[in-house]
């Protein structure tokens, strides 16, 4: 049986969404009348929720399993779930029903109106706080104006795929991963569908501030130099500044002017230009250390049990 649509949904601790979550699904795509299978890839979960994926699978053969070895986070668990997909068309949703199954049926006639990357905007975001909703906003916000390809905004991973998509993206094996962000980058027709962010139906988000700001510098990283070459612009600014300030300063010198002793202007553009050298380090850094771990080469994730046929 040739399967048409791929359900990915990436599990961390999620044991009371998912009941809800493949009753709801297999509901939707019953309905949408072609062969499908929901891939659940646990993301290392602690609460019980791998054995409950286990019994699903052994009560609905559309159902296709796959754990982590350990939590190797949301965007390689999404990665894995491309890698075992045999669909035509493939769908990441959120555990968590913040992404309601329905909207797959709005996702779907677009593709079979032609478009290749079909993604859901969230047109409305509800039960969220507003640091969450603003954090969002600029990060989206951000990420767009810097990076070199246009990244819809108020967009998650929330979309649809076609085969030939997911084909070129499986190949991208890149450590430091933002899905939304390669699924852009590969062009072919894209188009987005409004729907309504529900609210988390149980449990409590798996992505605290300091993940958000891991996924932001991934999505920085990862598609843009800017963070490099701020150092330069700032070189320049900084050096241009000095040219004009010598002169200035060595003809109030010379006109009798004190305004330029004593050593506290000296300390302050000392510490200042310090400072900048320093974050222009740290800057190097981080994008020395995902080189090197691109250099280890290592697996992306480890299944402790996947699958057979991928
Ligand atoms: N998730 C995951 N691994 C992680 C963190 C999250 O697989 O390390 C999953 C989580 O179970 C959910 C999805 O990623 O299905 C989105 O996470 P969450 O709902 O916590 O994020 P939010 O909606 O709050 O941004
Ligand atoms: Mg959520």
Do not use: C
């Not at 916000?141 to 499986?170: A, C, E, H, Q, W």
């Amino acid at each position: 049986m040739k399967i048409i649509y791929s359900i990915i949904a990436p599990i961390y601790n999620e044991i009371e969404n998912l009941p809800e979550l493949h009753r709801r699904v297999k509901e939707v795509m019953d309905s949408a009348g072609e062969p499908w299978e929901l891939i659940l890839v646990d993301d290392g979960s602690t609460d019980g929720s791998t054995e409950r994926i286990l019994q699903l699978a052994e009560t609905d053969k559309a159902i296709r399993p796959v754990i982590f070895a350990r939590n190797f986070g949301h965007q390689v668990a999404i990665t894995a779930g491309w890698d075992y997909a045999r669909g035509d068309a493939v769908i990441i949703i959120d555990a968590d029903l913040q992404d309601p199954p329905e909207v797959i049926l709005d996702l779907a006639k677009k593709w079979k109106e032609g478009y290749e990357v079909v993604y859901a905007v969230r047109a409305e975001r509800e039960g969220e706080t507003w640091f969450k909703k603003f954090t969002a906003a600029v990060f989206y916000r951000l990420i767009y104006s810097i990076t070199d390809v246009k990244i819809p905004v108020d967009t998650g991973d929330f979309r649809l795929m076609d085969r030939k998509v997911v084909n070129v993206l499986k190949q991208m094996r890149e450590r430091h991963r933002f899905p939304r962000g390669m699924s852009a980058w590969v062009g072919f027709r894209q188009i987005g569908v409004q729907y309504k962010r529900a609210a988390r139906k149980a449990g409590v988000t798996k992505y605290p501030f300091r993940k958000m700001l891991k996924l932001a510098l991934n999505a920085i990283t990862g598609f843009s130099y800017f963070p490099l070459q701020v150092a330069t612009y700032f070189g320049f600014v900084s050096a241009g500044i000095s040219i004009l300030a010598i002169p200035i300063v060595a003809a109030l010198r010379l006109a009798g002017s004190h305004f330029f002793e004593g050593q506290t202007t000296t300390l302050i553009s000392v510490l200042f230009l310090g400072g900048v050298q320093l974050i222009s380090l740290g800057i190097l850094g981080e994008y020395i250390g995902r080189l090197y771990d691109e250099a280890k080469g290592r697996p992306l994730y480890i299944v402790r049990e996947a699958p057979e046929d991928q």
